[in-house]
């Protein structure tokens, strides 16, 4: 009676332990880990912009990754919805938000993020890749918004002015012919900035290789009389450059993106390219061209004595610099 009465003890102590850890697990599951639901601002998924082509605000997929106070990733998930909901650990955390990439696979931590590269024909004028992050203290479920931002600059012909002061060349016929970016960069690192060794239309346009986005071919060309004004409203599109110095040797390295215009007077092949130093991402640069000689024979070498005129204006994805060129 007495053995029967001890195991019976036992039995119990032992049923009671393996509840107290069912219990304790189910507890700490309650306690510390909440439902995140990441979303994106308004403005990403119902504005349009005015005499732009495309939907630059599109949002086509949604990649969300959340990394711990340590970098670790902790959950992501990418999907064809503006907002994702992500289960996570209580603590602090780091989300990055990803629109319209296609999916970093292989990515563990925070780091992993800032050497994965996104290249400029990832978008299209309907899918803009876009990046955001923030931080949080994640102590409850919660709802938050990561703006976000495009990691291509958009640069505009804005208008095109026949202006030669020689009376010789007034009475001569000017055709635009293509508008284009020259030495365009086509990668950036996510979240970070580093040195691109991917170029587009390196010294001279190459249809063959470059996105569609960074070059026009008129279909009519434009003949602008002496006097006249031709509206372009032209936009292309690279992603930023930082570069220091320019360059115009024949030998390729690292230079400044121009925005040329190609034309003929009476037929004489010539070009108007126009340097926009520090491209930034996300930000807008409006060239208007006054012409007012003829132009380089070469589309990476600048029209001897050009002037410049720039008027700074720094707003998100609105006017970065407005150039307006006597040439």
Same mark, same amino acid.
């Given at each position: 009676?007495?053995?029967?009465?001890?195991?019976?003890? =036992?039995?119990?102590?032992?049923?009671?332990?393996?509840?107290?850890? #069912? &219990?304790?697990?189910?507890?700490?599951?309650?306690?510390?880990?909440?439902?995140? +639901?990441? @979303?994106?601002?308004?403005?990403?998924?119902?504005?349009?912009?005015?005499?732009?082509?495309?939907?630059?605000?599109?949002?086509?997929?949604?990649?969300? =990754?959340?990394?711990?106070?340590? @970098?670790?990733?902790?959950?992501?998930?990418?999907?064809?919805?503006?907002?994702?909901?992500?289960?996570?650990?209580?603590?602090?955390?780091?989300?990055?938000?990803? *629109?319209?990439?296609?999916?970093?696979?292989?990515? +563990?931590?925070?780091?992993?993020?800032?050497?994965?590269?996104?290249?400029?024909?990832?978008?299209?004028?309907?899918?803009?890749?876009?990046? @955001?992050?923030?931080?949080?203290? =994640?102590?409850?479920?919660?709802?938050?918004?990561?703006?976000?931002?495009?990691?291509?600059?958009? #640069?505009?012909?804005?208008?095109?002015?026949?202006?030669?002061?020689?009376?010789?060349?007034?009475?001569?016929?000017?055709?635009?012919?293509?508008?284009? %970016?020259?030495?365009? &960069?086509?990668?950036?690192?996510?979240?970070?900035?580093?040195?691109?060794?991917?170029?587009?239309?390196?010294? =001279?346009?190459?249809?063959?290789?470059?996105?569609?986005?960074?070059?026009?071919?008129?279909?009519?060309?434009?003949?602008?009389?002496?006097?006249? +004004?031709?509206?372009?409203?032209?936009?292309?599109?690279?992603?930023?450059?930082?570069?220091? +110095?320019?360059?115009?040797?024949?030998?390729?390295?690292?230079?400044?993106?121009?925005?040329?215009?190609?034309?003929? %007077?009476?037929?004489?092949?010539?070009?108007?390219? *126009?340097?926009?130093?520090?491209?930034?991402?996300?930000?807008?640069?409006?060239?208007?061209?006054?012409?007012?000689?003829?132009?380089?024979?070469?589309?990476?070498?600048? &029209?001897? @004595? &050009?002037?410049?005129?720039?008027?700074?204006?720094?707003?998100?994805?609105?006017?970065?610099?407005?150039?307006?060129?006597?040439?």
């Amino acid at each position: 009676m007495k053995i029967k009465t001890i195991c019976t003890a =036992l039995a119990a102590l032992i049923l009671a332990a393996c509840n107290s850890e #069912i &219990v304790e697990d189910h507890s700490d599951y309650d306690e510390y880990w909440y439902d995140l +639901t990441v @979303g994106l601002p308004d403005s990403r998924t119902k504005v349009s912009e005015k005499n732009s082509p495309g939907t630059p605000n599109a949002v086509n997929t949604l990649q969300v =990754l959340v990394f711990d106070d340590g @970098g670790k990733l902790e959950a992501s998930s990418i999907q064809e919805t503006e907002t994702a909901v992500l289960t996570c650990k209580a603590g602090a955390k780091k989300v990055v938000t990803l *629109v319209n990439a296609p999916e970093l696979e292989n990515v +563990t931590s925070y780091s992993q993020i800032k050497t994965s590269t996104s290249y400029l024909d990832d978008n299209t004028l309907d899918s803009m890749v876009m990046e @955001g992050e923030t931080d949080i203290n =994640l102590e409850a479920t919660t709802s938050i918004t990561v703006p976000v931002s495009r990691l291509a600059a958009k #640069i505009v012909l804005r208008q095109v002015t026949n202006s030669f002061t020689f009376k010789s060349e007034q009475n001569k016929e000017f055709k635009v012919l293509k508008v284009y %970016l020259l030495n365009a &960069v086509g990668e950036k690192a996510y979240l970070a900035d580093v040195n691109p060794t991917v170029w587009h239309n390196k010294m =001279l346009l190459d249809t063959d290789d470059a996105p569609y986005f960074t070059y026009e071919e008129l279909s009519n060309p434009v003949t602008i009389p002496y006097n006249g +004004t031709w509206t372009a409203d032209k936009y292309f599109y690279c992603y930023p450059n930082h570069s220091q +110095t320019d360059s115009n040797e024949e030998t390729w390295s690292e230079r400044y993106t121009r925005l040329v215009i190609e034309a003929t %007077l009476d037929g004489e092949l010539m070009y108007y390219p *126009v340097s926009i130093p520090f491209i930034q991402q996300n930000s807008i640069y409006e060239v208007s061209l006054k012409i007012t000689r003829p132009g380089s024979t070469s589309p990476d070498k600048p &029209v001897t @004595g &050009v002037a410049a005129e720039f008027k700074v204006d720094v707003q998100d994805w609105i006017t970065r610099d407005r150039i307006e060129e006597t040439i």
